[in-house]
């Protein structure tokens, strides 16, 4: 099955070690730029208590919820450390500057 890509804007959009949010459907969809460039996607809610990812502080490859220090992979969306949980992870490419989101399959 191939993959529905999706054009949500441009890098320069996201400031460095921040993230901007786009709507897919019901879900809140937080987009991460990281200091060296790297661009990831996760659904915006923390696995603990569905906390704003999007607010957190980007750093070390995982951001950190606002509200309860929980340390989220922005690669695999997996709790590290102590804590167990996970929260969806959205394909992400880059086409130049454009971020272009897997959005479910193509049809």
């Not at 959009?13 to 993230?19: K, L, M, N, T, Y």
């Not at 980007?58 to 509200?67: A, Q, S």
Request: proline share 6%.
């Amino acid at each position: 099955m191939t993959q529905a890509w999706v054009r949500v804007g441009s890098i320069n959009d996201i400031p460095r070690r921040g993230a901007r949010c786009v709507k897919s459907g019901e879900m809140s969809i937080a987009i991460f730029r990281t200091a060296d460039d790297r661009v990831f996607a996760l659904e915006d809610k923390c696995p603990h208590k569905n906390g704003p990812l999007s607010q957190g502080i980007v750093h070390d490859g995982c951001v950190t919820c606002p509200l309860h220090n929980w340390v989220i992979s922005l690669e695999t969306g997996t709790a590290q450390g102590a804590d167990e949980g996970q929260t969806m992870s959205i394909p992400v490419r880059l086409d130049g500057d454009e971020i272009i989101l897997g959005l479910g399959p193509a049809k």
